[in-house]
């Protein structure tokens, strides 16, 4: 049989992390309320359940958008033929639109800039060819994403290089830590790129600090390279303090017009914020009318159906409705987070504070067997083994300290999540208990000693009765 | 600053493929409101059937309204779904309907088939998976000019054409295959597959049995792969009916039967067949474990939509509508084609008989200057600018031979193919005048004045039929 690719049988897929052979377990006995309530609780997964009646809703009142209709009028034969890259143009239009109102309106875009991609993981791969070479490398801040290891890397052959972020300091990025992260790299040969962060962060739920991206702006300048800012859960943010987003800090520095404008790209998608990962739309927005171009044509590998982009054209352009979306998602993501915290908490258990995403980055180290990666691995197998729940370690998201999982909250029904945290409680407390046994025994044995030697010395009684309470 | 793949001009859009079809975007035939303006005849896109879907979509509204058969909303569960295996019940329908267009000859498993955001992604797909840089796979021209880009430029892959000629209706030799192995190899270039296009666009022609199995043949003998575009399987209107790669791979010895499949992939798509190229469906079929394994990671890149993915398993769920839709088709096909093939005979020209596709290849070498590329150009941005029609020059198919036309007849409606023809008519004519004034002297040219007023009538009424 003749050779396939090296691509197709290596492993730089990135696929045998834990981070999906949690998800294959999972498979195997996923939980159900009704038909397997003993199986896992999938906490994995970062996706956005909490607003569906609202799409639904809105679908209802607008059969037309999903039924190839405009103003009464069948536009199928249209949207069947509708195969070109530059994207539906009523469709970039609503959803720069929709990218500004989430920034609060402080900065706005132009649809000529925007290039729609088959979701974001086509869309960061996509940067990947057009501003890199194989070999080459691009800084991601840990921890991140674990799909990032196949999506940048696999056929792009492009490196990455991690920029350490440490919970001394609440996993900031630093300038220390940006230059280390360079040094390392010139160090094992690599030319960087750029830097990849994304904002609000995956896995830790935070939005970056003006004073972050403001240590990027001047970190990629100093450098000359790129910084792609993957904003897919801007729309998540639920609570102060506000989002940030890169072209904010530009435009405040009046940085328009000049060549580090040219060099920050965005990433967007509606897959978490709208809740649609399976209709597939990603965005790409870039000043850089080279890499706009070269993108558009790369996107013929991965275009978004026209059936679904009219629809979504539809929806967005439904400012009443995007407006109503937005504040009431944001409300249930904030109040479902509320209830991991106060959940986790119950269990003595700590999250960094946090205020956008679909998951909490929670604190664990102190049930660590020891302070290494094996133990984490330990303990994250008794939780998605014994405990049932499929939470993600921090080792796949290549953080530095042992002992940090994400834990998903929107992706269930709120009585799903109260029994993950009963459970957790139990498993906490057993944890505990086996210590405090633990401890007796080798209080008791201790005892023990002291009691003959007592009765050695004459008392007996009265302290044996101490033992029994 | 940015890769040499942003900034190098490897898409292959610079190409006259490309080009003609910017020139038309300026200047669009509309009959009503730019009745001079360029006519497209180069996208195979097939318009002609659309009112039989719409028909169906009309008596299946809930498809598109997400729902299912019990009027229940399943717009949670396919807003959530990005399964890179493919929806279930999608897939299964994808594989009896290729079935079917393959006359139920070959049977197909949903697991050995991988869906990707078109068969553009499919194509591109299965190189990543097949090659490695700086390697080669073998196309026998005349080849789709999207294969450029598609296959080479992010993969980094060379192509290598198998030269094929008129002189046996552009058949893949033996020889030529043999041929286009050793050029790879003088170039050092390590050949791992070929790619052929079956049917072929350019040509419109069904690949005999005979090609097949020397290119299966071929393939054991090199240790390649074969990989078969079968993007106009179901275009086939007229005969020799069509045979895929899979069924002739079943003819094969039996020994070698698993070797030979596990060797052989299929794209596919519902671009070309149902006319839905907007909707982004492609396909690759493949009996080899690791190829499907690896493409199904790979199409993470370029997922179908889950809506998209739903309505359409719910068409083609319906047999009674595809066995309908597919008979229908081919005939019209079949009727337009035939309507293209005598419009151009009454001008002089002729096209390789074919018998799929959405297009013809058509003969113009008589009315090339001189046997060359630069003639063939010339004609071509006559054609383009004075007679106003988008059509496809052999060159940018890499035909090794100058004054070959691609003309698609699918694209448009029946009285704008009329128009079409009556303009390439009245350019014919109007050349054979030039000639003929352009050969005499002055003398000449006075009886040439005489002969055609005593003539002209009759011409004037053959322009206008």
């Not at chain 2, 979509?57 to 019990?70: F, Q, S, W, Y």
Request: with cysteine; charged share 25%.
């Amino acid at each position: 049989m003749g050779l396939l690719s090296r691509k197709a049988t290596c492993n730089s897929h990135g696929q045998d992390s834990s981070y999906f052979l949690g998800w294959q377990e999972y498979e195997k006995n996923p939980y159900d309320e009704v038909k397997n309530p003993r199986g896992i609780i999938q906490m994995g997964l970062a996706e956005n359940q909490l607003s569906f009646d609202l799409l639904e809703s809105w679908l209802a009142k607008n059969p037309d958008a999903a039924g190839f209709k405009r103003d009464g009028q069948s536009i199928f034969k249209e949207l069947a033929l509708f195969q070109d890259y530059h994207g539906l143009p009523a469709f970039k239009k609503a959803l720069v639109d929709f990218m500004a109102e989430i920034r609060g309106n402080k900065v706005t875009f132009d649809p000529n800039n925007i290039v729609l991609t088959a979701g974001a993981t086509s869309a960061n791969e996509t940067l990947m060819f057009c501003l890199a070479e194989q070999g080459d490398a691009f800084l991601l801040p840990t921890p991140y994403y674990p799909g990032f290891d196949r999506d940048l890397k696999w056929r792009t052959g492009v490196e990455i290089v991690p920029i350490e972020c440490t919970s001394s300091n609440r996993f900031q990025i630093t300038a220390s830590a940006l230059e280390e992260a360079y040094e390392q790299a010139q160090r094992k040969n690599l030319r960087v790129k750029g830097v990849l962060v994304t904002n609000p962060s995956n896995p830790l739920g935070t939005t970056m600090t003006r004073d972050e991206l403001d240590l990027l702006v001047n970190f990629i300048t100093d450098k000359e390279i790129h910084l792609i800012s993957d904003e897919i859960y801007s729309g998540t943010v639920f609570s102060s303090p506000a989002f940030v987003s890169i072209v904010e800090v530009l435009k405040d520095r009046n940085l328009e017009n000049t060549q580090v404008w040219e060099r920050v790209h965005i990433v967007y998608s509606l897959s978490k914020d709208l809740g649609l990962p399976g209709f597939r739309v990603g965005a790409i927005y870039s000043n850089d009318p080279i890499v706009v171009a070269a993108a558009t044509k790369m996107s013929s590998f991965g275009l978004v159906s026209s059936q679904t982009q009219y629809l979504l054209s539809a929806m967005l352009s439904d400012k009443k409705f995007t407006k109503e979306y937005i504040a009431k998602n944001h409300k249930r993501l904030r109040k479902r987070q509320s209830k991991l915290v106060a959940g986790l908490e119950k269990a003595d258990i700590g999250c960094l504070e946090s205020n956008a995403g679909l998951f909490c980055w929670v604190d664990m180290r102190h049930l660590l067997s020891s302070d290494t990666f094996e133990a984490e691995m330990e303990l994250w197998k008794k939780i998605v083994y014994d405990v049932k729940l499929n939470i993600s370690p921090g080792s796949s998201c290549h953080c530095s300290e042992p002992g940090w999982f994400r834990v998903c909250f929107a992706n269930m029904s709120e009585d799903t999540l109260t029994l993950a945290m009963q459970r957790l409680k139990s498993f906490v407390g057993s944890i505990a208990s086996k210590d405090r046994s633990h401890q007796e025994l080798k209080n008791s044995r201790r005892k023990f000693r002291t009691k003959w030697v007592f009765r050695l010395s004459f008392q007996s009684f009265h302290d044996r009765e101490q033992d029994e309470r | 600053m940015l890769s040499s793949k942003a900034s190098c001009i490897s898409h292959g859009q610079d190409s006259s493929y490309f080009l003609g079809w910017q020139f038309y975007e300026k200047n669009p035939f509309d009959v009503v409101k730019n009745p001079a303006g360029i006519i497209q005849m180069g996208l195979a896109e097939n318009q002609l059937s659309f009112d039989l879907v719409e028909s169906w979509l009309r008596k299946t509204p809930d498809a598109m309204g997400l729902k299912n058969k019990e009027g229940e909303s399943v717009f949670r569960d396919l807003a959530l779904f990005q399964d890179y295996h493919g929806m279930p019940a999608f897939k299964n329908e994808l594989v009896e309907y290729m079935a079917k267009i393959r006359g139920n000859k070959v049977k197909f498993d949903p697991k050995n088939l991988v869906l990707a955001a078109g068969a553009t992604s499919a194509n591109e797909t299965l190189i990543f998976c097949l090659a490695d840089p700086g390697e080669a796979i073998l196309l026998p021209t005349p080849y789709y000019p999207g294969f450029d880009r598609d296959l080479r430029w992010r993969t980094g892959v060379e192509i290598v054409p198998i030269h094929c000629s008129s002189s046996n209706g552009f058949r893949i030799s033996m020889h030529a295959l043999e041929e286009a192995y050793e050029r790879a190899q003088k170039l050092n270039l390590k050949v791992k597959g070929v790619l052929i296009t079956n049917p072929s666009n350019p040509l419109g022609t069904t690949m005999t049995r005979d090609e097949l199995q020397n290119l299966i043949t071929f393939a054991i003998h090199k240790n390649i792969h074969l990989i078969s575009d079968e993007v106009f399987s179901g275009t086939v209107f007229d005969s020799p009916c069509f045979i895929s790669i899979i069924e002739a791979a079943m003819d094969s010895n039996l020994e070698r039967n698993a070797d030979v499949l596990s060797r052989i992939h299929i794209v596919y798509s519902l671009s070309k067949d149902l006319g839905l190229p907007g909707f982004r469906v492609g396909m690759i079929y493949s009996n080899n474990q690791t190829v499907v394994a690896a493409a199904t990671k790979m199409s993470s890149f370029g997922l179908v939509s889950s809506q998209t993915q739903y309505l359409l398993s719910c068409m083609l769920a319906n047999k009674k509508f595809t066995s309908k839709y597919m008979k229908e088709n081919q005939r019209r096909l079949k009727k337009r084609k035939e309507m293209l093939v005598s419009g151009l005979k009454r001008s002089g020209i002729n096209c390789l008989k074919s018998n799929a596709g959405l297009f013809c290849w058509v003969d113009m070498r008589h009315l090339l200057s001189s046997n060359t590329f630069e003639a063939e150009t010339d004609l071509w941005k006559k054609i383009l600018c004075e007679v106003r029609l988008n059509i496809s020059p052999g060159s940018s198919c890499h035909c090794s031979e100058p004054g070959w036309f691609r003309v698609c007849f699918a694209n448009m409606n029946q009285s704008t193919l009329e128009v079409a023809l009556r303009r390439i008519k009245g350019f014919v004519e109007r050349s054979r005048l030039n000639y003929q004034q352009n050969m005499g002297g002055f003398s000449r040219r006075l009886l040439s004045n005489w002969v055609r007023k005593l003539s002209s009538a009759d011409h004037r009424e053959e322009h206008e039929r």
